[in-house]
């Protein structure tokens, strides 16, 4: 199911390459952290019959009986990447409207950039006609990287070359964007180069690694969650949002409405379904004219149509939440495959039901963790700060004349 970034010879290697490197680091000193996806939470709530918290819980208990010093929660650095997604869109927006320069032409469509296997699709086959489209937020897997090895290290009482730390990821390609020399930083010039993510774990891989070592993880004891980085409150409830991708488009349209046109929008966005259930858009009209539209394009049968409206265009969209699989990262290739018996369908049906089980859906701008993530260490959305700890670039892959021509 996964975007095709990645041959399946790679798969293989990358796999085996993942367990034996992550295991191997839980002795050699340094302190190991865990980062764990909401996507994945679902895959493994599904296989034992859990709840996604649970999954939480337990999953600290046993990687900590494994040595692990702490297992954090990617949908906490996912609200960090949706405030800082919601100031980039007014920026372009408003930025659309103005002088009408190359700049305010190339500001519209913004398109999410949280599935690697869109960047390595769009940089290797479309260049310059659609990278600078693209957001320049990263990812909730190198945002959370970032927090912990530029700000929560501190907390630990830790130097962030004294961490390493791993990510469980609903998909292969998440291994290739960790390894991007865009997500290495310094600390200093003296200094050798910080790495956000040194591996990647896929969630299969972790099933692999809880059979490997005999644990009945179903009756395994709970855990508290570690607070720091995790998008959980008080209560024992899961902060999140619309949306089994990330509720880019859902958050981006919520804030664009207030902030540019003063409407609060309560309860779910009517999304119409254009050719199939993977591509549906949503609009906000006001005074009779449409001011905000917004689409889901999950997929490469759909996400092909899009770009060539781009490169024409003919793209009259505001906002494109692209993921490379059918269905998002759900259904990523890095996924737990159905039981015997148990259609792709349905496995899917019952993911989305348990991802947003219990879920209370909220403003990322109103999370409390994210709120002080902001004053103790960002300032705010779009600060220069920010832009350094947060954002990244894309590059196009220079290639032949006749290689480009057979893309198209
Ligand atoms: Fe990976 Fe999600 Fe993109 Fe699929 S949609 S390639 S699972 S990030």
């Known amino acids: 199911a996964c975007s095709g970034c990645i041959t399946s010879a790679e798969t293989v290697m990358l796999e085996k390459q993942s367990l034996e490197e992550f295991l191997s680091n839980l002795s050699k000193g340094k302190a190991v952290i865990v980062s764990v996806s909401p996507q994945s939470r679902a895959s493994i709530a599904v296989h034992f019959g859990l709840s996604s918290l649970q999954v939480l819980t337990k999953l600290t208990t046993f990687f900590k009986s494994l040595g692990v010093k702490a297992v954090f929660d990617t949908s906490s650095s996912r609200d960090l990447t949706l405030t800082e997604s919601c100031n980039e869109f007014?920026?372009?927006?408003?930025?659309?409207?103005?002088?009408?320069?190359?700049k305010s032409k190339l500001a519209l469509p913004m398109i999410s950039s949280a599935c690697p296997g869109w960047i390595c699709y769009a940089e290797k086959t479309l260049g310059s006609y659609v990278l600078p489209y693209i957001s320049s937020v990263k990812s909730p897997q190198q945002i959370i990287g970032a927090a912990i090895k530029s700000h929560i290290c501190q907390k630990l009482c830790l130097r962030a070359e004294e961490i390493y730390h791993v990510t469980v990821m609903p998909c292969y390609d998440k291994k290739l964007e960790a390894a991007r020399d865009d997500f290495v930083f310094q600390v200093d010039s003296d200094s050798e180069g910080i790495t956000e993510v040194d591996s990647v774990l896929t969630t299969g891989e972790v099933l692999d690694l809880i059979q490997s070592k005999s644990v009945d993880f179903t009756t395994l004891e709970e855990s508290p969650v570690d607070k720091l980085l995790s998008n959980v409150d008080k209560e024992g409830r899961i902060y999140g949002v619309r949306g089994s991708s990330g509720g880019y488009a859902d958050t981006v349209f919520r804030h664009a409405a207030k902030m540019l046109f003063a409407k609060e929008i309560e309860g779910p966005l009517r999304f119409k379904t254009i050719r199939n259930s993977d591509f549906q858009e949503v609009t906000l009209e006001v005074d009779g004219k449409t001011v905000l539209k917004f689409a889901l394009c999950y997929g490469f049968r759909n996400l092909r149509n899009i770009v060539t409206k781009i490169k024409t265009g003919k793209c009259d969209y505001h906002f494109l939440e692209i993921m490379a699989c059918p269905s998002g990262c759900l259904?990523?290739?890095?996924?737990?495959?159905?039981k015997p018996g148990q259609s792709a369908k349905d496995l899917i049906q019952l993911l989305e039901n348990t991802y947003s089980e219990n879920v209370l859906v909220t403003d990322p701008f109103e999370n409390p963790l994210i709120k002080s993530l902001y004053n103790e260490w960002l300032e705010q959305p779009g600060s220069e700060k920010a832009k350094r700890h947060l954002h990244t670039v894309y590059h196009p892959v220079v290639k032949s004349i006749t290689s480009q021509l057979q893309n198209w």
């Not at 007014?90 to 190359?102: F, G, H, L, M, P």
């Not at 259904?331 to 159905?338: D, E, F, L, S």
């Open 90 to 102: 007014i920026t372009r927006y408003k930025q659309s409207n103005s002088i009408n320069d190359e």
């Open 331 to 338: 259904n990523g290739g890095g996924q737990i495959k159905p």
